[in-house]
């Protein structure tokens, strides 16, 4: 069996409370029966608590709540697009125009997705002052990982930037690419000639039939379409609305409101009005009849075999259709973003990158790991030799070491509390031997150096010398703090790990193993504690509207939190 | 090189016989072992800590290689019958940092790069690319222009410019000369 890490998880309270999502401006419901929420015990087990749980460094803390903030109760806003290849910014009005895509000339190789690099098709100049020519000549995209050349495919480029739109260009065949606008204008021109030829020709639907449409411009095309059948359908009634996106007008305007007020300003009789929508019938509304090339296909796969054909995850990678391998275009790279985080309960900024690329700093950052105490776990006895894995033995007591480590440069109150048994199937005995202790601040690491050169040893450090532990000082002692140090202090819990058996007679059994004797299921074998963690501390007050004359006296003003953790101390021993 | 390193007190290995270009580029502390001849050809590069072993088969390597650093050349036990013509490189063979060779035939500008194993009896076609950490098992004949990557992946390199590597291997055999103080003497 591999090595158990022990490890402690937070749980955030997001998940108790209903004021996650509240809208503005709505009062915060009364605690419900704050009774009930107090004695229940926290079941790391429930399906629930996959969930809320979450180790300290994925956390957050909002100082203006000064409650955990976990991923699920925050609200991410983005504050830039950039390229992770060429680290440029993208900005939000061309990734809506263009797509999320890198439209300089960064491209991964469509074989095994390795960034693609532009090379040199002409062998380098030789000869005297080789180094100072530059290179000329046809260009390939190269990859250097597969080998793999864009000449496989028949894309040579004359220059060595802007590859984006050289490759738009040949895809297009040779027409330079039209962005979403344009092609809509050109459709729309080309349907009024088509309609006016129609009416002229009475049926000069030959040709028609021939045109066939890129992806990019039957997209184009559909798009455009669908836009003019919602502004023909849609009622251009009372208010001007006529279903396209333009938020000059008043109907859009009401929508808008209507978006926040949740009060629905359109009548329900022009809903009723609406008009039927009919679907693209020629190329020019990007109708295009799929025409089944199967037989092309076969015979090509006959001749040229299975390896011409591309895999599902090449496949996923393109943004067009490909069947062969030769069909496989380089995939300009995806985009990226930066984040901010906001609390979803008071919208205070949480989490703030800096929006320049190249730096990976932070203007904002409340990580819960600077707020709260840190608690590491370590057994008291190291594991022996005739037991490497460190399981536990079932109904032997065993101690641990829990180290709370405070982050604040004040000093803290901790109280922790964990039921005399772990909830669960297979429940084991807990006992915290010191429930209640101070740890101290934070401080500067010389404070403590410097005060201690007078009275040597204050009776505050108090750290076991190797010696006094190897002299079988083992014992802990309850109600007393196992060692202390200038921000961390440790205190001994006891367990007593059970037995994971079923069998054997009923009243040996639990209440719950009774009512489920299935075989032990995945991890079940893990000794989980939950406990409560109470943090009290004495701060100067923050409040602004206090305003100067608070400042001038330092208000001291006291803070609690109080949050459920679990204890991942271990396995236990199956025999 | 002065070493404080307690030398060995056994009798120095017997040298294989050799055979040497005189433009070969060998470096001081590169190893060649074993009983069997070993052929080096005009300009190849022999980086320091190489190890060429001839101790079950002969070696033959031809001009304008690049044998690279930690890299294991030769059979490592006793060959099958059809194996005793030993480990044959033709022109402009790369082999990179730690790669293990025991091919029978490795065709003209092939690449086996860093940590790569070529298992006993393969032959390797012309061209072709064995990627890091690949393995090629025993026996197995690899057609020209293949390239192996990732985790074995394979394909078919089509894009014709194995004529502008081959100058690229040349370019860099000419720096190499220029970086690897030889020792010609010390093996022949």
């Known amino acids: 069996m591999a090595s158990f890490t022990p490890y402690t998880y937070f749980q955030c309270p997001c998940t108790d409370t209903l004021i996650a999502s509240l809208p503005f401006g709505a009062e915060a419901p009364p605690p419900e029966s704050e009774n009930d929420e107090d004695e229940r015990t926290f079941d790391p087990r429930a399906p629930r608590a996959n969930y809320s749980l979450y180790p300290l460094e994925h956390l957050l803390y909002c100082e203006d709540c000064h409650q955990i903030r976990c991923p699920r109760c925050v609200l991410d806003e983005i504050v830039t697009w950039y390229c992770p290849n060429c680290l440029f910014e993208v900005p939000s009005s061309t990734v809506k125009s263009e797509g999320n ?189 799929s025409r089944p090339s199967s037989e092309k296909a076969i015979s090509r796969l006959r001749k040229e075999g299975w390896h011409s054909t591309a895999s599902a995850e090449q496949m996923a990678e393109q943004t067009h259709d490909a069947q062969f391998v030769s069909e496989l ?38 990580v819960a790991l600077n707020y709260i105490p840190s608690i590491s776990i370590k057994p008291l006895q190291p594991p022996s030799s005739s037991n490497p894995a460190g399981l536990l033995t079932p109904l032997n007591p065993t101690q641990f070491v829990l180290t709370f480590k405070n982050p604040l440069f004040d000093g803290v109150k901790v109280s922790i509390a964990t039921p005399a048994s772990t909830p669960g199937r297979f429940s084991s005995r807990v006992t915290v031997l010191c429930p209640q202790f101070e740890v101290g601040a934070n401080t500067d690491v010389w404070d ?65 193993q009774q009512k489920d004797d299935g075989p032990l299921r995945e991890d079940e074998d893990v000794l989980e504690i939950p406990v409560f963690v109470r943090v009290e501390w004495e701060t100067v007050a923050q409040d602004e509207s206090a305003g100067l004359a608070a400042k001038e006296k330092e208000v001291k003003e006291k803070r609690e939190l109080a949050y459920w953790c679990v204890l991942g101390i271990g396995r236990i021993a199956q025999t | 090189m002065s070493s404080s390193k307690r030398a060995s007190t056994m009798p120095a290995a017997p040298k294989p016989p050799t055979s040497l270009s005189s433009t070969l580029v060998i470096a001081d502390n590169a190893a060649l072992t074993g009983t069997h001849l070993i052929t080096l050809g005009s300009n190849t590069v022999v980086h320091p800590r190489t190890k060429l072993s001839s101790a079950f088969a002969p070696i033959k390597i031809g001009s304008s290689c690049i044998i690279s650093e930690r890299s ?54 012309k061209h072709c690319k064995i990627g890091s950490m690949c393995e090629v098992a025993d026996g197995e004949v690899i057609p020209d222009f293949t390239v192996i990557y990732s985790n074995g992946l394979r394909r078919i390199d089509a894009s014709g410019i194995e004529n502008l590597k081959l100058k690229m291997v040349g370019r860099q055999v000419d720096v190499l000369r220029k970086l690897i103080p030889t020792n010609l003497a010390k093996f022949q």
């Not at chain 1, 040199?120 to 190269?142: F, I, K, M």
């Not at chain 1, 979803?344 to 409340?366: A, G, M, V, Y």
């Not at chain 2, 033709?90 to 035939?105: L, M, P, S, T």
């Open chain 2, 72 to 125: 294991a050349i030769g059979l490592q036990s006793a060959p099958a019958e059809d194996e005793k013509d030993g480990v044959v490189f033709e022109n402009g063979v790369i082999v990179e940092v730690g790669a293990v060779v025991e091919a029978k035939r490795i065709g003209e500008g092939s690449v086996i790069e860093v940590n790569a194993k070529i298992g006993k009896g393969v032959v390797i076609g």
């Open chain 1, 329 to 366: 275009w380089p995939v300009a790279n995806m985009l990226r973003m930066k984040r901010s985080k906001r609390c979803k309960t008071c919208r205070h900024i949480l989490s703030k990158p800096e929006s320049k690329i190249s730096t990976t700093k932070f203007r904002i950052r409340l």
């Open chain 1, 448 to 512: 403590e150096a410097l005060r201690e050169e007078g009275g040597r040893g204050g009776d505050r450090e108090k750290r076991r010398t190797k010696a006094e532990a190897s002299e079988g000082q083992h014992q802990a002692e309850a109600g007393k703090v196992w060692e202390r140090g200038r921000n961390w202090v440790s205190v001994v819990v006891e367990v007593v790990p059970t037995s994971l058996r079923i069998e054997g007679p009923a009243f040996l059994r639990s209440e719950a």
């Open chain 1, 101 to 289: 895509r890198c439209t300089r000339s960064c491209f991964q190789c469509p074989i095994c997705i390795s960034p693609l690099s532009v090379s040199s098709v002409e062998a380098p100049p030789e000869g005297l002052g080789a180094e100072y020519t530059s290179q000329s000549g046809p260009y390939v995209l190269n990859c250097s990982f597969c080998n793999w050349s864009s000449k496989e495919i028949g894309i040579v480029l004359e220059k060595p930037n802007s590859v984006f739109q050289q490759l738009s260009k040949i895809r297009n065949k040779g027409q330079p690419a039209a962005n979403a606008k344009e092609a809509r204008k050109d459709s729309v021109a080309r349907t009024l000639d088509i309609s006016t030829q129609v009416i002229m020709e009475e049926g000069g639907d030959e040709d028609a039939e021939e045109v066939v449409l890129n992806p990019e411009t039957q997209f184009a095309n559909l798009k455009s379409f669908y836009l003019t059948q919602l502004a023909e359908t849609s009622p251009t009634g009372a208010l001007g609305f006529t279903g396209d996106y333009g938020y000059g007008s008043p109907g859009a305007l009401s929508r808008i409101m209507g978006l926040y007020t949740g009060v629905s300003f359109s009548d329900k009789k022009s809903k009723s009005k609406t008009g039927t929508m009919r679907e693209a019938c020629d190329a020019l509304e990007g109708f295009q009849a």
